[in-house]
């Protein structure tokens, strides 16, 4: 019997935002390598996670959740950025997976398949967060209408979290890649360097600790990062819209921001595994959100 043939691709990881596609991103890697919040809009940048198997590999691209550009909040120039980065990461590759969360389907879910009809590459549909589905039986009609009238190249029941149906959802997305070589060595993760990751999971503690609206005002640029022997040296900024903002991610007596770089610090060490210094500062830059220039500089795409 002739072995198996090795297979490679990349798959976009599209879906409205909140839904868990940088989790599952992060559960088929193997790896911390996408921010996760309960906030919608966290992943900001496309961002490839490198899924190893011996029957093939994954370049599973993480985009930003696609959302209607209306409204205040969602108008800015950096939600257009994000719109544009989670279509364009449809260009070239070779399979995408749809991420929905089971038992809801609403306008932005549609707005997300629609792009991918229009790419016109095969689907794969992840009917995420099944644990949260109490009665199973629930399940089947939903699956049942999700697919309705929709071309899916598979349609499979997971959990992210959970890491629950995810050997079959691999399995359906390697069937739909080209046969060739891996594309990356097995112990690389992403196509991000560590000066990226560690400005995202500053990021993800600003996204998890601020309330309201607070963290869409804030970005994070790493001013320094440095070998130092054994230890990673890391500065970075926290930057704002207005002097108010900056007095509350402070926090009293300087406590929440302490609180942000502890949390950013712990998670640095488990992804470099390696022992990290870093420093915080916060700073005002009026409008950054909403200035085309501004964002290039602070390192959007
Ligand atoms: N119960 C449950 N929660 C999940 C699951 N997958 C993700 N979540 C949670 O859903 C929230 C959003 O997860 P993310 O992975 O950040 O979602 P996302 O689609 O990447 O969101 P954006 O980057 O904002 O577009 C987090 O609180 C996750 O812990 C799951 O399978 N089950
Ligand atoms: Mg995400």
């Known amino acids: 019997m002739k072995p198996a043939p090795h297979r ?59 959302h209607r550009g209306e409204g205040k909040q969602t108008s800015t120039a950096m939600h257009r950025m994000m719109n544009r980065a989670a279509r364009g990461a449809l260009e070239g590759v070779d399979a995408a997976v749809l991420v929905v969360e089971a038992g809801r389907w609403d306008e932005e879910d549609t707005l997300a398949f629609e792009a991918l009809r229009e790419a016109g590459v095969p689907v794969v549909l992840a009917v995420n967060q099944v644990d949260r589905i109490r009665d199973k039986t629930a399940l089947l009609p939903y699956l049942q209408a999700a697919a309705e009238g929709r071309d899916f190249a598979a349609v499979h029941p997971v959990s992210a979290l959970k890491r629950k149906g995810l050997d079959s959802l691999v399995a359906a997305l390697l069937a739909l890649m080209p046969e060739q070589p891996a594309q990356y060595g097995e112990d690389e993760i992403t196509d991000k360097s560590q000066r990226f990751l560690a400005g995202e999971l500053v990021r993800e503690q600003l996204m998890r600790q601020l309330g309201a609206e607070l963290p869409y005002a804030t970005t994070v640029e790493i001013e320094s990062f440095t070998v130092d022997g054994t230890m990673l040296r890391i500065g970075a900024v926290i930057w704002v819209e207005r002097e108010g903002q900056k007095a509350i991610v402070i926090g009293k007596g300087g406590a929440r921001l302490r609180e942000i770089g502890t949390k950013a610090r712990q998670a640095m060490e488990r992804l470099f595994d390696s022992k990290v210094f870093l420093e915080t500062w916060v700073r005002v830059r009026a409008g950054w959100s909403d200035d085309e220039a501004a964002l290039k500089t602070l390192g959007y795409e």
């Not at 868990?20 to 940048?45: D, E, F």
Request: net charge positive; hydrophobic share 40%.
């Open 8 to 66: 490679a691709g990349h798959v976009a990881v599209i879906g409205r935002p909140n839904v868990g596609k940088s989790t599952l991103v992060n559960a088929l890697v193997g790896a911390k390598v996408s921010i996760v919040s309960n906030r919608p809009q966290t992943t900001r940048h496309r961002l490839l996670g490198i899924a190893t198997f011996p029957e093939g590999q994954l370049l599973l691209v993480d985009t930003p959740g696609i």
